[in-house]
């Protein structure tokens, strides 16, 4: 028997595959992990107190900070929330923008995604696929929004900009490309023998421990679960959409794969009908106060990010800013699992594992 | 003639000659690795919609590694503190070293070869295992919990796919009756063994790209989960070392497998009026455009299942063709 | 005049780092409101503005300014106070947190005093000024509180209001415009003795502010009297119904403070758990086959001033229902059961509460500061948080 | 192996593919009309309301009016403007807010400077920031 001594190491919070500042202390034997414990809040900067001096239309590019790989979303939930709270008509049109770029949002992300993990497992070029399709999806938001990340585009009652001249149709015009790319997409690495030995069987977990550990989108999905929000609970106007809750029934890192690339595609089905049933004129802003004062109480709402479930607390005095404004960050949540899924795992499992999580910083310190 | 030189008067005047020609070479390899990395760059770039280097050396950034090279000459050598400090510094010699010796036995014409020795074969293989020794020294050296991990994977690699690579070539030693690489090459002008040992072939590529630590079998350095791997601590000049002996070992195997399984010199038929020495080059050429392609396409393997890998499946395979060939050449000699 | 205000300002700034933009907010107005040509005029010149609008501002930045340099002015005589404490460096900053609190609970033992009483002491001598305007700062706020709770009560109670809540709050009022008069007079006091000009701004504000809360309280008040807002039952309402005879068969005494629909968030059946019950009816909530809640999908906490609140949203994939679980505690020591044993999801929740509010998780398997790091000093949600150090 | 050759038969596709790089120091970037950079500003129009300032998430405006030296005119004009970028998060409520439009967004976004002190900018420079300015303010 060879006497081999335990060590400490951290992985972050500089390190390539953490996706940014998360640290992670691990206690390793050789290559294999025996405990690990998650490090984080390397990135809080307290948005939920600076939020409680802030009126809600001022909060809203706060919140394009969190989940910056999917801010359309983030900024429609706090819009949500206090839509539910004041009971305020979205006009229409209003509806269909926000559903059309929160998918084209979703995409985005979800290329990020499928990018930095290929990348993660040591390919380098997929990445740089993703990016192309992503810089079509960016630059289609930055013609709306006039971001690229922070769009800080949606507003209490509506959307902050209508749609360009011609810009629905590029959005039309973008989906049989997208497809075509995802195909592609498919030959690269969804069949890579490399890739495929790297992901199955990584990571596993049950249904059961996937609900106890509040895990939520493709996390909770990949178990079997066909939990989605947008079909669950339909908020906004997703009920008019024909869309598959897409689900895997392994709980491994491939599972988590296959979920994601189905969802792009979903998702692209979901903005084919958008488009097409796109209201022709109408307004983007409802009618809303001047001021907007939610009435005093609290609501809790929580809708489908790329991630998972983001949710939004509100408690209100019925002032102009919140009393306390409170995000359901699914990273944050999701990444509990982490110290559980590690444990006799081998160092690049725990890349593969942590990649397929897929977390954003910005989100899990808040 | 180089090979007269060796076996000459040993006066100054031929040492002086031997000398140059080996610093001629020097500049040949070093020109060739500043081409190599620019080359890998661009296609990798091509391949990934990007241009690759565009800036310093005009359209084509001919310039751009001998920029990168200077500015790793004037950077600054920083030791840590904590670091075996002798060792620190000895270790990328020792994996430089032996890069170069190796270039001495490879005929890259039928002329143009340093050392024509009759195990060169055997040479080779033995003489770049010493690499391995320089980066578990770096590893061990840096004090550092990647680099040693990155050291560990290195040379776990190394010994697991040296095996293989050996067992695949004694097919063809066993065809040729030589581990001379002259022979080898002339061995083949009724065929290249490509054509004769194809599973010789894939497997003793496959280990190749394996010892060269490229992708897919880039763990020791795998960036993403050992950030640099053995090199983590290494600066300056010191870690151009290391990316020399990369390259360099780059351009050593990518000729070995030119002269052992394309024929080396040899050209196609018909096509015999071009000269030798371009032929060496363009099937050089192909074997390196084959590394940076699967550099660009290919995920990382894990370790386990690069262990496993190596010894489940390439060494009983190159076992078995070892037999194969035995067969085959005892059939072939019964008529 | 500008000058001396900035003055005053950086004089502020030095004893306490407050938000930045309501100081800011503050010069302001101020200057507005000296500057002849105001509010009006511009108006005149856009019609974007209301004066309306702007009247508000003026007034919730007057309040907002008041409140801060109460509460500066309170924390450094807080800090006189423990002066002649032996004190070290390091320590100072445990001292100070610790004199707030007394500060505190005496003020809020002296206001419930008063409050039973229904009649004021006057302040009689000078020298105990600054007690005297501690005191009725917090009267002010214990008005203003107690206020809020009988809204809150109003608020839940479906049946319309009693006429002794209407009495209530009448006498809240009348306690409250007193409590201002009050302050009034004590901050001509503090005038002669020194310090002009910011004790008058504090009073202005204060009965400024006072003034508004009666009209407010008055004009909610009437309305909720008047017309008692036609409900019709929510669709939930079954649902809760169902949850509280589920909890009803498990416990023989009344284990819940509250259960309501919260119509405004999406008429989510809301229950209010005794601190004490909160991880048995949690796990009842787990377990029991007609609930089976078995996805923990949201836990803060959030610091209502007078008491610390846990707000859990769990939701059932099994029945498709979801529920608020809500449990109130004592916001001087905000100690509460983990739940992380039943839902492992609630652990870093739970840590999370734990940094920002300081609220205790008793068995909770790895309670540490998650987000600030162990050696942050204070809870940032906490609404009396002030930084441990000045902003750059 | 059949798995590997696909994504072989991928990559070496794309290698006569159109690249996708932009150009970007020696051309511009191709930015749409909205895009939210650095704001420009017109002292003629301000009517020293301070709604821009109320507005800003992150309080990195600050402005003085002075009386119109004009006695016969009413209202103030504008005497100091100043936007710390050291903290602007360019979020364009500023010019949503703005009844005159004195503030606009332009599709300039270089702001990389030496020192930090060089980020606060002040009436005069947000005055000659008159590149690329955007068109449509409202939509």
């Known amino acids: ?366 | 003639m180089i090979e007269g030189l060796l076996t000459s008067e040993a006066t100054w005047l031929h040492f002086f000659i031997y000398f140059a020609l080996t610093v001629l070479l020097l500049f040949i390899v070093l020109g060739f690795v500043t081409y190599a990395i620019l080359a890998e760059r661009k296609v990798m770039g091509f391949m990934q919609l990007r241009h690759g280097p565009n800036q310093v050396g005009g359209r084509w950034g001919l310039l751009q590694t001998v920029a990168d090279v200077l500015k790793l000459l004037i950077k600054e050598d920083a030791i840590p503190r904590a670091a075996d400090k002798p060792l620190f510094i000895l270790a990328p010699l020792i994996a430089f070293t032996p890069a170069f010796m190796v270039l001495a036995i490879i005929p890259f014409t039928d002329r143009f070869q340093f050392a024509d020795i009759g195990v060169g074969l055997l040479y080779y293989i033995a003489v770049s295992g010493i690499t391995t020794v320089g980066v578990v020294t770096a590893g061990w050296a840096s004090n550092n919990k990647y680099a040693l991990m990155g050291a560990m994977r290195a040379a776990a690699q190394m010994i697991s796919y040296e095996i293989p690579l050996v067992m695949s070539v004694i097919g063809v030693i066993l065809l040729t009756g030589s581990m001379n690489l002259n022979d080898i090459v002339l061995a083949q002008e009724n065929g290249w063994y490509i054509l004769w040992q194809p599973i010789a072939f894939i497997v003793f590529f496959i280990a190749a790209v394996a010892e060269l630590n490229r992708v897919p079998f880039d763990l020791a350095e795998a960036e993403s989960e050992l950030v640099a791997g053995y090199f983590v601590e290494y600066t300056g000049f010191r870690w151009a070392f290391f990316m020399l002996a990369e390259y360099v070992y780059m351009f050593a195997m990518s000729a070995l497998i030119t002269v052992v399984f394309l024929g080396g010199w040899l050209p196609l038929p018909y096509l015999g009026f071009i000269p030798g020495a371009v032929w060496f080059a363009l099937k050089f050429m192909v074997v390196i455009f084959l590394l940076i392609w699967f550099r660009v396409t290919f995920p990382r393997i894990r370790a386990d299942q690069l262990m496993e890998f190596g010894w489940k499946v390439l060494l009983p395979v190159a076992i078995a063709n070892i037999f194969l060939t035995a067969l085959l050449k005892e059939w072939i000699n019964l008529f | 005049m500008d000058e001396k205000d900035k003055e005053r300002l950086k004089k502020e700034a030095a004893e306490k780092a407050r938000a930045a933009a309501q100081r800011k907010r503050e010069e302001r107005e101020k200057k507005k409101e000296e500057s002849h040509d105001s509010v009006s005029e511009v108006n005149q010149t856009k019609d974007d503005v209301t004066s309306n609008q702007d009247l508000e501002k003026q007034k919730a930045a007057a309040a907002a300014k008041a409140k801060a340099a109460a509460i500066a002015k309170k924390k450094a005589k807080e800090a006189e106070g423990t002066e002649t404490e032996p004190t070290s460096n390091q320590d100072l900053e445990k001292q100070k947190a610790a004199a707030a609190a007394k500060a505190k609970a005496a003020a809020l033992a002296k206001k419930k005093a008063k409050e039973a009483e229904g009649t004021e002491t006057e302040p009689t001598s000078n020298q105990d000024l600054e007690k005297q305007k501690a005191a009725a700062a917090a009267k002010a706020k214990a008005a203003a509180l107690a206020k809020k709770k009988a809204k809150e009560t109003e608020g839940t109670e479906t049946d319309s209001t009693s006429n002794q809540d209407l009495e209530k709050q009448k006498a809240i009022a009348i306690a409250k415009a007193k409590a201002a008069a009050a302050a009034k007079r004590k901050a001509k006091n503090a005038n002669e003795s020194g310090d002009s000009e910011k004790a008058k701004a504090i009073a202005v504000a204060k009965a400024k502010a006072a003034t508004a809360a009666k009209a407010r309280g008055k004009t909610t008040q009437a309305k909720e009297t008047e017309e008692p807002e036609p409900i019709t039952p929510s669709p939930q309402q079954p649902i809760l119904d169902r949850y509280l005879n589920i909890v009803k068969e498990h416990y023989k005494d009344d284990i819940l403070e509250d259960s309501y629909i919260n119509r405004m968030s999406k008429h989510v059946p809301t229950i209010v758990v005794k601190l004490e019950h909160y991880y048995s009816l949690a796990l009842l909530f787990k377990q029991h086959s007609g609930l089976h809640f078995e996805f923990l999908s949201e836990l803060h906490g959030t610091d209502f001033e007078t008491y610390m609140e846990i707000y859990v949203h769990l939701y059932s994939f099994k029945n498709k229902q979801s529920v608020a679980l809500k449990v109130k505690m004592d916001r001087e020591n905000p100690r509460v059961d983990s739940i992380a044993s039943i839902w492992p999801g609630a652990n870093w929740p739970e840590c999370e509460a734990y940094d920002l509010l300081g609220i205790q998780f008793t068995n909770h398997p790895d309670l540490h500061r998650i987000m600030l790091g162990e050696d942050w000093v204070g809870h940032p949600l906490r609404k009396d948080y002030e930084p441990y150090d000045v902003e750059v | 192996m059949f798995g590997l050759a696909k994504g072989l038969k991928y990559t070496l596709k794309n290698m006569t593919r159109k690249k996708l790089t932009y150009d970007y120091p020696n051309e511009p970037l191709p930015l749409p009309d909205r895009f939210r950079g650095i704001q420009k500003f017109y002292p003629e129009k301000c009517i020293v309301c301070n709604q821009c300032a109320n507005i800003c998430p992150t309080d990195c405006i600050t402005l003085t009016g002075k009386k119109h030296p004009d006695s016969s005119k009413r209202g103030k004009i504008i005497d100091t403007y100043d936007i710390n970028f050291e903290i602007c998060i360019l979020c364009d409520l500023c010019t949503e807010v703005c009844p005159t439009e004195a503030i606009i967004m332009t599709n300039q976004f270089e702001l990389a400077e030496y020192s930090r002190d060089e980020l606060f900018k002040d009436l005069v420079w947000l005055d000659e920031n008159d590149t690329q300015l955007r068109k449509e303010n409202k939509a």
């Open chain 1, 1 to 366: 028997m060879i006497r081999t001594e335990e060590m400490l190491l951290n992985v972050g919070p500089q390190h390539p595959s953490t996706h940014g500042v998360f640290r992670l202390v691990i206690k390793i034997d050789g290559e294999m992990i025996i405990d690990a414990k998650p490090v984080i809040g390397y990135l809080h900067r307290g948005t939920e107190k600076i939020a409680e001096n802030l009126q809600y239309t001022q909060i809203i590019p706060y919140t394009d900070r969190l989940d910056y790989l999917a801010a359309m979303t983030n900024n429609y939930v706090l819009c949500h929330a206090v839509e539910t709270m004041m009971e305020l008509d979205i006009p229409e049109r209003a509806e269909y923008l926000r559903i059309i770029t929160m998918e084209l949002g979703r995409i985005a992300s979800h290329l990020v995604w499928w990018g930095t993990y290929l990348l993660d497992l040591g390919a380098t070029s997929p990445f740089l696929y993703a990016f192309r399709e992503r810089e079509m999806i960016i630059n289609l938001l930055n013609e709306i929004s006039g971001g690229r990340l922070t769009f800080n585009y949606m507003r209490v009652g509506g959307v902050k900009w209508d749609a360009p001249d011609g810009w629905i149709e590029k959005v039309k015009a973008f989906i049989p490309y997208m497809r075509e790319q995802l195909a592609g997409y498919g030959d690269l690495v969804t069949g890579n023998e490399i890739f495929l030995n790297r992901v199955k069987g990584i990571g596993q977990y049950t249904k059961e421990e996937a609900m106890d550990y509040s895990l939520s989108g493709a996390n909770l999905r990949c178990t079997g679960l066909a939990w989605d929000l947008r079909k669950s609970e339909p908020y906004s106007i997703y009920d008019r959409f024909s869309f598959e809750i897409c689900t895997a029934d392994t709980g491994d890192a491939w599972g988590r794969y296959q979920v994601r690339i189905q969802e792009i595609e979903q998702s692209l089905r979901i903005l084919e009908q958008a488009v097409e049933q796109f209201p022709e004129t109408g307004e983007v802003m409802g009618k809303v106060p001047k001021v907007i004062k939610p009435p005093k109480g609290e609501a809790f709402v929580r809708i489908e990010s790329p991630r998972g479930e983001i949710g939004c607390y509100i408690a209100s005095e019925g002032k102009k800013e919140p009393y306390r404004l409170k995000f359901r960050r699914p990273s944050f949540y999701n990444l509990q699992i982490l110290p559980k899924l590690l444990v006799g795992q081998n160092m690049a499992n725990l890349i593969a594992i942590l990649g397929a999580i897929d977390i954003v910083l910005g989100e899990v310190d808040g």
